[in-house]
């Protein structure tokens, strides 16, 4: 069965950090990996995802992820955080003859101190 | 039109009663799911409809019912519940049922059972 593991439950940075979440899985075959991010009181939102392609993908808010085949692995990177990056952070995957059922990591709070 | 809308906001109801939770998309997407989170905890999948076709169910308690009136709607009848199940209730939308899609997700509707 597919999983995923977010290592750190609890990121505590200082404003102009750089920032950076581990995740990883556990499935064989073709995978499609997403980043959302969770802001206190509000919804679920994509923050990037990977399909194909350039194993580095950039998404919004200036946060990039790296694709590592041979380490199972999809990190989240930041150059420097804002206060405002305070937020739950889930890594997700999906296989693709999974039918769409997208699989959480247990997520990453990240504080950010101003 | 980007959104995923979930009414209602906020929901009570004691054991013996029954609700439903509805959720609306208008982005022409053709897979919409239920997801369960509990507090700190990631999304968990409840349901996956595609093409308004029950197309996963995760072993998911009778107690709860989905409907996919149409390709806009989807609804969760809930019946019989129990305080375990108070949690927040979300709704996702995708543009297609494969693995290939990013998921939208709506804010939520958060159950208390009493």
Redesign the interface.
């Known amino acids: 069965a597919q999983s995923v593991s977010q290592h750190n439950h609890h990121v505590i940075l200082s404003e102009a950090a750089s920032l950076e979440l581990g995740c990883n899985y556990s499935y064989g075959g073709t995978v499609n990996l997403f980043w959302y991010v969770q802001y206190p009181g509000q919804h679920l939102q994509l923050l990037l995802k990977y399909f194909s392609g350039d194993p580095l993908v950039k998404g919004i808010k200036g946060f990039e992820a790296e694709f590592i085949k041979s380490k199972f692995s999809f990190n989240l990177r930041k150059p420097s955080v804002q206060w405002s990056d305070t937020a739950e952070y889930f890594c997700a995957v999906n296989a693709n003859n999974q039918g769409g059922k997208l699989i959480f990591g247990q997520g990453t709070e990240l504080s950010v101190k101003p | 039109d980007t959104e995923v809308t979930q009414t209602p906001k906020h929901l009570v109801m004691g054991m013996t009663n029954k609700k439903s939770l509805k959720c609306e998309q208008h982005m022409g997407h053709r897979?919409m799911?239920w997801y369960k989170q509990k507090a700190?905890?990631?999304?968990?999948?409840m349901f996956?409809y595609?093409y308004e076709k029950l197309?996963?169910n995760e072993s998911v308690p009778s107690r709860f019912s989905p409907e996919c009136p149409n390709s806009s709607l989807l609804n969760l009848h809930l019946h019989a519940l129990q305080p375990e199940d108070s949690a927040l209730y979300?709704c996702?939308s995708?543009p297609?049922?494969?693995?290939?899609?990013?998921?939208?997700?709506?804010?939520?509707t958060r159950l208390t059972v009493t």
């Open positions: 897979a799911y700190k905890k990631p999304p968990e999948l996956v595609s197309s996963i979300l996702a995708s297609g049922g494969g693995g290939t899609y990013e998921q939208y997700f709506g804010p939520g």
